[in-house]
């Protein structure tokens, strides 16, 4: 990282992005230009590892993309507005950075990262069981293998 006094160092403020940020772009690799999606998701961390998940449809260009690479970039990003530099404008921002690999997941997983999902998005009312016995949902797990996070701002 350039500018490495911008670095978030601290893990518990990484996770702290993730909860507060509702979209993720994800990139993908394919032909003749990368693939970028911006996605709902769910996450969670496990002795230090994190895992992020999303669903799609059964069938396309995302499962088909993972399909042939499974490595991927996730971001991440909180904008809290624009400041004066004294000599000009500049964001007052939160972003991660993650590499990892994605994989598609079935049966009790695929209910973990639904519930996950709903959790995340504040979704009430609905079953991720329920929703995962109508069969129509694909999901797809990211194992983060490394996550930097910068910001320009201290709070």
């Given at each position: 990282?350039?500018?490495?006094?911008?670095?978030?160092?601290?893990?518990?403020?990484?996770?702290?992005?993730?909860?507060?940020?509702?979209?993720?772009?994800?990139?993908?690799?394919?032909?003749?230009?990368?693939?970028?999606?911006?996605?709902?998701?769910g996450w969670e961390e496990k002795d230090g590892?994190?895992?992020?998940?999303?669903?799609?449809?059964?069938?396309?260009?995302?499962?088909?993309?993972?399909?042939?690479?499974?490595?991927?970039?996730?971001?991440?990003?909180?904008?809290?507005?624009?400041?004066?530099?004294?000599?000009?404008?500049?964001?007052?921002?939160?972003?991660?950075?993650?590499?990892?690999?994605?994989?598609?997941?079935?049966?009790?997983?695929?209910?973990?990262?639904l519930e996950l999902l709903l959790q995340h998005?504040?979704?009430e009312g609905y079953s991720a069981r329920e929703?995962?016995?109508?069969?129509?949902?694909?999901?797809?797990?990211?194992?983060?293998?490394?996550?930097?996070?910068?910001?320009?701002?201290?709070?």
């Amino acid at each position: 990282m350039r500018k490495a006094d911008r670095e978030i160092k601290d893990f518990e403020e990484i996770k702290e992005l993730l909860d507060e940020c509702q979209t993720i772009r994800l990139a993908m690799h394919d032909e003749p230009y990368p693939y970028i999606v911006p996605l709902s998701y769910g996450w969670e961390e496990k002795d230090g590892q994190i895992f992020i998940y999303f669903h799609c449809a059964k069938e396309g260009k995302k499962l088909d993309l993972i399909e042939k690479n499974s490595n991927v970039c996730v971001e991440v990003d909180s904008l809290a507005g624009y400041r004066s530099t004294g000599h000009g404008i500049t964001a007052d921002y939160k972003s991660a950075i993650a590499f990892g690999r994605a994989e598609r997941v079935y049966g009790e997983e695929l209910v973990r990262g639904l519930e996950l999902l709903l959790q995340h998005c504040r979704v009430e009312g609905y079953s991720a069981r329920e929703c995962a016995a109508r069969d129509i949902t694909a999901v797809v797990k990211i194992t983060v293998e490394s996550i930097t996070g910068k910001r320009r701002f201290a709070e």
